[in-house]
């Protein structure tokens, strides 16, 4: 225990998630062990360099300067602890949950449980997933029982990186245990580092709600992308209709069209939960199938678009010169997981267009290879026959594409003049 009995805390995965968890438990007094398998994000913890937007090397060398902060890679370091926090990823591998980094945490971690700790998961995953994959293994691996001799729990990460609003402090906590007991261990750790906690009746309770969060949004996302397909062929304005009904104070949400939906979220969380109902009941969820067909077919909506363009001007995309506005998956992001407009840009690489790419964000080694990363000055616009914005950072000169909208296709509205042609 700390000199002010917090207690030791071991986090094991030091990314988005586990990192600003790190910081915030050692910001509140515990003596935190950030753990992750890969050694060159540990010897940057360790040298106090950052590799996360939302947590700066200040940060990281004030938490290292408390002699509370330990980031390691050695399994050995996670003995003696009194909360294990698990956020690590968990990606779909052939359109099914990949559970192998939960399972490898777990096993790690099993060692070092002893009684009386509390082992919390936070990686987004399937219900169920806490207690028949991680409590048989922390198990397995003490000889010890979970809810007898160790508390167990599930508390979803809700971090949004770049979010200039919402951080792990503000953002409401969802809580949860295999039992009465090891409810009050998660509420009470998260209780120390959040400003409010919402505690919930059992673990699968609160695995489905972080997969109904994000599927909510990826099904209305794709409401307003198949919205915006129709309203194309029916000469109707998709983003006055949007906006107009946006004005309504109650009982609506506003989402808008794009080019598909990209991200470690969106596409992926939806289908954690479809995979468990057709597992376990045999049955389609048909709104997570509907928005996956819809979303992921934007891209092709988006060349399909680009085609006809083209066509207005007697040009094929095969030969076209082509400016790509924005390759992360959202604005404001250097994020390319999963992105739609890469999704774009790798079908008009495949028609033979001669693409550049204007992202000041994105890291180089993201780019797709073929593209080159240019200046967004006007000679690469007046030069490019057609200009798509895909991502709209706000970094864009939005002016200097006002000046050329004639040959600009808007997939977000970003731009204001009539000339352009927008989703
Ligand atoms: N998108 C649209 N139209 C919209 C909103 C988003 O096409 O109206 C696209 C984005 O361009 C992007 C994708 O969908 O490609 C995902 O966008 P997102 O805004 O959902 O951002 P994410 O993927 O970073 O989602 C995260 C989630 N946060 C967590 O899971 C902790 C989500 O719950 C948040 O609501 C979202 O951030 C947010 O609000 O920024």
């Known amino acids: 225990m700390t000199q002010d009995g917090r207690g030791r805390v071991v986090i094991l995965g030091q990314g988005y998630v586990g990192l600003p968890v790190a910081m915030r438990a050692v910001q509140v007094g515990f003596d935190v062990v950030g753990f992750d398998v890969a050694k060159d994000k540990v010897e940057r913890l360790r040298s106090g360099k950052t590799f996360i937007d939302d947590i700066t090397d200040d940060e990281i060398a004030s938490a290292l ?20 926090v698990i956020s690590v990823p968990t990606p779909l591998r052939d359109g099914a949950p990949d559970l192998s980094y939960i399972e490898k945490a777990s096993d790690t971690l099993a060692p070092h ?61 969802i809580v949860s245990g295999i039992d009465e007991a090891s409810l009050d261990a998660v509420s009470e750790f998260f209780a120390a580092l959040v400003d409010k906690v919402v505690p919930v009746s059992g ?11 994000n599927t909510f949004r990826h099904v209305n996302i794709a409401l307003v992308n198949e919205l915006a397909m129709y309203c194309d062929g029916l000469g109707i304005d998709v983003w006055s209709v949007i906006d107009a009904a946006a004005s309504k104070p109650f009982g609506f949400m506003k989402f808008t069209p794009g080019p598909g939906v990209g991200g470690h979220c969106l596409p992926i969380d939806p289908s954690y939960l479809s995979w468990q109902v057709r597992r376990t009941l045999g049955r389609n969820f048909r709104f997570v199938e509907i928005a996956n067909d819809v979303n992921d077919h934007m891209p092709d909506y988006v060349v399909t678009r680009v085609t006809s363009n083209l066509n207005k001007a007697r040009k094929a995309v095969n030969g ?11 604005p404001n ?18 028609l033979g267009a001669n693409l550049r ?23 690469e616009v ?36 009539k000339d352009v042609d927008r989703l």
């Open 320 to 330: 076209a010169s082509i400016l790509l506005i924005g390759l992360a998956y959202k």
């Open 203 to 213: 673990t699968r309770e609160a695995e489905l709600a972080k997969l109904l969060e």
């Open 65 to 84: 300067a408390t002699g509370r902060y330990t980031a390691t890679y050695a399994p050995e370091d996670l003995a003696g602890f009194d909360v294990a």
């Open 113 to 173: 449980v002893r009684p009386g700790c509390c082992v919390i998961l936070e990686s987004t995953t399937y219900p169920g997933t806490t207690e028949e994959v991680v409590v048989p293994r922390l198990e397995a691996g003490s000889s010890l029982r979970a809810g007898t001799d160790f508390k167990v729990g599930f508390s979803p990460e809700r971090i949004n990186p770049g979010d200039p609003v919402y951080g792990l402090q503000n953002t409401p906590k």
């Open 333 to 350: 992001s250097g994020d390319a997981r999963e992105s739609p407009a890469i999704a774009v840009a790798n079908r008009l690489a495949d």
């Open 382 to 417: 007046t030069d490019a026959d057609l200009v798509i914005v895909l991502t709209d950072h706000d970094t864009v000169d939005w002016d200097l594409l006002e000046r050329h909208a004639g040959k600009v296709l808007d997939t977000r509205n970003r731009l204001k003049s």
């Open 357 to 379: 790419a204007v992202d000041p964000l994105i890291p180089a080694d993201h780019v797709p290879a073929g593209i080159q990363i240019v200046e967004g000055s006007e000679a």
